[in-house]
């Protein structure tokens, strides 16, 4: 075996490792910086797998090898701190619930769906929704031939809102329990819904639930991030400035661990219960090794966790996630502790990103009403 070509492949995938690392931290929208973000324990394996590499040929490093070591190094460790709250390895944001006498635990399952429009295998997650009995049933990217195939589960679900749309940001919200005033909401772009309901628990409590399905960064989507990030940093404001308690879910086509993510739990206040816990990878589906989280739920302090966790296939590019809450206001105080706290320069990055957000949506719903007219 040629050695030289093996230690030259290594040393390309270290200088790979790092340079796609550094070139996550320009601070621009553009969905191919941005993009970044996702595959950061991919990139981390990888940057692993170089490190190794290039150890096995340390006798033979001269200057360049060693400054490629260190940049390595540095951007490995950068990947780690991202990637490591989400593994057991760190605190819980959230507590694990109390284990309660019967009648007295509140609890609230909420299934969590992307289910790709041209699926065809609705039966799927009727049976799952059967099986697992979700309080609330979220589905994203559903328009009406899955809202005609959920009408077999609205026996059990008296309480529903239905945006059946076929541009993939269909959004139904399917619930057992009371929802007051809901309202669709187009935040950002004219063709693109978000739920905004209030909620009534087991216990008689009122809170907000939120569902959101912001238009991805991607070549064949959006060409920057400044929509999505506007959708989730308003909704987050929101709640803040309201003193909302509140659970917000969905498909957010963005990763747990990319800034804006991170910046909306500080401006919000709400938790995360993956942290301290494990990943909840849903998409892609068919591609194990590049797998991420997109689905996401966030929450106020009032709830401790009971379970989270993927769901079986449905057929779908993304896996079903459930989460089953259980309410405890009585740990709010403690674990409020455990939020991110917003600072001067969050507010002032947040309000500027709204900001930016409304222009930017405001474009794209021109150019997706030009899109319509020149299909009809």
Request: charged letters at 25%; hydrophobic letters at 40%; proline letters at 5%.
């Amino acid at each position: 075996m040629d050695l030289s070509l093996l230690y030259a492949s290594v040393q390309w995938l270290a200088g790979f490792i790092a340079f796609v690392t550094i070139w996550g931290w320009l601070p621009l929208d553009n969905w191919w910086v941005r993009g970044v973000e996702f595959p950061r324990i991919q990139i981390m394996v990888l940057g692993v797998i170089a490190c190794i590499g290039m150890l096995a040929f340390w006798s033979e490093w001269q200057l360049g090898q060693w400054l490629l070591f260190v940049a390595l190094s540095i951007t490995l460790a950068f990947q780690l701190r991202m990637v490591l709250p989400y593994t057991k390895l760190w605190k819980k944001e959230v507590q694990q619930a109390k284990d309660l006498l019967e009648g007295q635990a509140h609890q609230l399952k909420i299934m969590v769906s992307n289910v790709l429009t041209p699926n065809d295998d609705t039966h799927k997650l009727i049976d799952l929704v059967k099986h697992r009995q979700p309080d609330i049933l979220i589905t994203l990217e559903s328009d009406q031939k899955w809202e005609k195939a959920l009408n077999e589960i609205e026996t059990d679900y008296p309480y529903t809102v239905k945006v059946p749309l076929d541009n993939l940001y269909g959004m139904h919200l399917y619930s057992k329990l009371e929802l007051i005033d809901p309202e669709v909401k187009y935040l950002m772009i004219d063709d693109i819904p978000s739920i905004h309901t209030q909620l009534r628990l087991q216990s008689g409590r009122v809170i907000w639930l939120y569902c959101l399905h912001p238009m991805p960064p991607s070549p064949t989507e959006a060409d920057k991030s400044t929509t999505r990030d506007a959708e989730l940093l308003t909704v987050g404001k929101h709640i803040k400035e309201n003193e909302q308690t509140a659970i917000l879910a969905g498909d957010l086509n963005d990763v747990a661990w990319s800034k804006t993510t991170r910046r909306f739990q500080r401006i919000s206040g709400l938790l995360d219960p993956r942290i301290g816990r494990h990943f909840i990878n849903t998409f892609h589906v068919d591609y194990p090794f590049l797998r991420w989280a997109l689905d996401h739920i966030f929450h106020s302090a009032c709830f401790t966790v009971v379970d989270i966790r993927r769901m079986p296939s449905v057929g779908s590019d993304h896996f079903p996630v459930m989460t089953t809450l259980q309410y405890e206001p009585e740990e709010t105080s403690k674990q409020e502790q455990n939020a991110p706290k917003a600072e001067a320069e969050d507010v002032k990055e947040t309000d500027k990103k709204i900001e930016e957000g409304k222009k930017e949506g405001e474009k794209v719903s021109k150019e997706h009403a030009e899109e319509r007219r020149s299909t009809c």
